[in-house]
C-alpha cells in the first residue's frame, strides 16, 4: 500500500477538522459581537454610560497584544479589542445606547426592557 493511500483518511480528517474551526469559528465570533452588544445594552439601562465601553475594549486590546492581523487570520471566537471596539461604537449603536441611557438616568430604563 502507498504511503498517499495510507495517509489519506488521515489527511481527509486533518482537513474535515480545520473546515469545522473555521466555520465555528466564525460563528462564534458573530456570537461574541453579539454579547458585546447585549452586554452593552445591559449595562447602559444599569446606568452606565455606553460612550466608555468602546474606551475600555481599545484599552483591552493593547493590554491583550491584539494585532492588525488576529481579526483576519485567527480562528479565535473572540474579535480582538480594537474590533470590538469600532462596532460598539457605530453610529446606530451609540444613538440607541445614549436613548436608554438617558431614559436609565431619568429612571425609566427598566420599563419596557423586562
Known sequence: MSFYRRARPAFNALLLRFAVQIILGFLG???EMEADYIGLLL???AGYDPRIAPRVYEKLGKVAGDS???D???ISTHPSGKKRAQLLAQAQVMEETLTLYEEARAGRGIEGFL
Request: charged share 10%; glycine share 0%.
Open 43 to 45: 449595562m447602559t439601562l
Open 29 to 31: 465570533s458573530q456570537m
Open 68 to 70: 492588525t492581523l488576529k
Open 72 to 74: 483576519y487570520l485567527s
